[in-house]
């Protein structure tokens, strides 16, 4: 028990290294959640713009690439605002107030509803692994809710308590609109909670 | 300090896992990782891991006559026409092998074996029918409950929670539900003027009227007298109604399964808006001359999932 002990205060000693990689990894899952819809809409507004596409498959094919560019673009936008978290965490929300910025609100508002669709992304796929039944659909919200804890809720403290110093306010405006269509979309079509209210 | 080394450690395996084998990115890493072990097997292409609503996966050009005969008693007492026809007609290769074995082994073809299960099973809904031979019910509950849980609208509609499903099962389900539905609308179309109206240019390759050129020619040409009725080929609604040089005033209709007519060089378009609903056999407008054209005509296109196909095979007396 000891041994077993000492090698998980081993591996949470080296969790800086590695940790990141599934915070970001459940952003990627939740975003693609959003664009596999987002990529639908978008075909099908410009399918219904009045315009003659040489091939009634160029909507679907412009629908399809800006979803994967959005979603490569979002794994980027995850990476670095992990990188740039503050060492010095703030101390109350005066001191969030004075780190005020674009980046600093945005970031937690995109991260929260992505992640926790990420994290259903996983529980439907520990349910879908699973034979039928009620077995796997427990076993599929117990993961997903660990996975939520672990890596949604940890990357979420990360970044309000690492609030980067801004170098001024409007810091993070170019991500703002990407960053917002796919935040909606998670919410609006990635949280299993809708159905509840 | 809380450590949670072993338990982070697994969560962060499960998502990179999940990453690298459910997304574009994880796709771009198996690419990348094929490409450095020198492993030249195919590997999925990024824009392949999303799940497109739109294009029918398959389509199976159904002529008349190649179709069993449908007599009053083929009429079942559940499953209806025009989908029984069409099931027959898009069997086997709408239908993966591994649901096909699921049927049974009888002697009986496995057309009817499906229709027998379908009669039985019969609650209204052919989409749904179809779905629950394919993939079975308890995946289909499952993504009804999922789309239910994240507000989608309708969730028992096929449309609405196919992206809940597993990937393979979307995959077997959206195959025979395309293919049926979109065969059944073609189908059961309603010719838009009288069936007796001669068709004076088929569908193909002809050399142009006006321009004398060798041109691909997307759809049929229908004599018929200025200011007459064009009914809606089927149920559906209005994409646009517009007009341009070319096509004249016209009218793009909407229908299930993937299924688009158009309706070209009218005198008069309909009061409806695009996005209105129109039913079958419904007035969208007055045959004319506008646009390019040499005389008052009909130019009526039919395509699936896009693709222009001969209108001609469906020309009949509508179902009753």
Known sequence: MNIVSKLDASLAITRPLWHWLGQVALVILGTHLAADRLDDDLARFLSNLPIAWSDPQIPFDIGAFSALAIEFGVAIWAIRALARTAEVPITGPRDWASRWSVHNLLGPLFWLPVSLAGSWAIAMAIEDALPHGTAAQVAGWVVGGVVAWRLAGTGMVQLVRGAPVPKHRLDGLLWALPLAVVGAYAAGYGLPVWGWL | ?320
């Open chain 2, 1 to 320: 300090m809380r450590r949670l080394g072993f338990l982070d450690l697994a969560v962060v395996i499960l998502a990179v896992f999940a990453v690298w084998t459910r997304t574009p990115v994880g796709g771009l890493g198996q690419w990348t990782w094929a490409y450095l072990s020198g492993d030249d097997s195919d590997q999925p292409t990024l824009v392949g891991f999303f799940r497109s609503e739109g294009p029918v996966r398959s389509w199976v050009e159904a002529p008349i006559a190649v179709l069993p005969p449908i007599g009053p008693a083929d009429y079942g007492d559940g499953f209806p026409e025009p989908y029984r026809s069409a099931l027959r007609y898009a069997l086997p290769q709408a239908l993966p092998a591994h649901t096909l074995e699921k049927m049974g082994t009888g002697d009986a073809p496995p057309a009817d074996r499906l229709l027998v299960w379908l009669d039985e099973n019969w609650d209204g809904d052919p989409s749904g029918a179809l779905e629950r031979v394919a993939i079975g019910p308890e995946l289909r509950m499952r993504a009804i409950d999922r789309a239910t849980a994240a507000g989608e609208a309708d969730p028992e509609l096929f449309e609405s929670h196919r992206r809940y499903l597993p990937e393979q099962a979307e995959r077997d389900a959206a195959l025979l539900v395309d293919s049926v539905l979109s065969l059944a609308t073609v189908l059961d179309l309603h010719w838009p003027v009288s069936t007796d109206v001669r068709i004076s240019s088929p569908f193909g390759t002809r050399i142009h009227p006006v321009t004398r050129t060798e041109k691909f020619h997307n759809g049929v040409d229908l004599p018929v007298p200025l200011g007459t009725p064009l009914k809606a080929a089927q149920s559906g609604k209005i994409v646009t109604a517009t007009e341009n040089a070319i096509s004249g005033k016209y009218v793009i209709l909407e229908h299930p399964g993937g299924i688009r007519t158009a309706y070209c060089h009218l005198s008069s378009l309909p009061e409806k808006r695009a996005g209105s609903a129109v039913s079958k056999g419904e007035t969208i407008g007055l045959s004319g001359s506008t646009g390019r054209s040499t005389g008052p005509h009909l130019h009526f296109v039919l395509r699936v999932d896009g693709k222009a196909i001969d209108p001609e095979p469906y020309r009949r007396v509508p179902r009753g």
